[in-house]
């Protein structure tokens, strides 16, 4: 298939300007490629990982060993997407700088809204910090890495180019309140999983633009 620059243009998903390497919490939603369910299923209200399902929880649960500054709350493998609590912290002082400032406008997915910040954003060799796309991308990595392993043993289904969709969507945590309001949306995803957008059967929405 030819690159069609009207069809497969990507507009970008980060909030324009934004320092992402800034102390601060994220809410972040990964999506399988095409929203299939690779990882699981939810049985009565229950998300019931499978193999695949286990080995990303595994390399979730390791990624801080390779961000010393970043830390993990929340977060829930759903059957074709993942969401989690991100929250990244000064590398001097541990501060994560959660405060009262407006929470952006929108789902709790987030889109940019009005009074976002918008602070020219330094190099990380200035700040010496991580950058949540780094954290983002050394997962989407090695979980990719990991399932090509199964898969190659005949252990797992095969992919269509990518288990991942090349981008992922996330959410500035502005205050505690919404903090709050977000991990109780994480934990209670399984439950809601029939009403999910990424629900298999779901009509068609941003998430699956891949």
Known sequence: ????????????????????????????????????CLFGQVVDADMVLNDAGRMVQRIWETIPGRFPTIRFDAYVI????????????????????????????????????????????????????VALGDVVGAFKSITTHEYIIGVRNSVWPPFDKRIWQRNYWEHIIR????????????????ARWVEDQLHPDAPPNPFNRG
């Open 78 to 129: 759903m059957p074709n997407h993942f969401h989690a609590i991100i929250t990244i912290t000064d590398p001097n002082t541990g501060d994560d700088r959660l405060d009262d400032r407006d929470n952006r406008r929108g789902d709790p997915r987030g889109r940019p809204g009005v009074g976002a910040d918008t602070r020219p954003a330094p190099t990380r060799l200035e700040t010496g910090r």
């Open 1 to 36: 298939m030819r690159y069609d620059p009207q069809k497969h243009h990507r507009r970008s998903i980060r909030l324009k300007g934004y320092d992402y390497t800034s102390p601060g919490a994220y809410f972040v939603t990964i999506c399988a490629q095409g929203r299939v």
């Open 175 to 190: 205050n505690d309140a919404a903090y709050q309001r977000i991990k109780q949306y994480v934990q209670e995803n399984p």
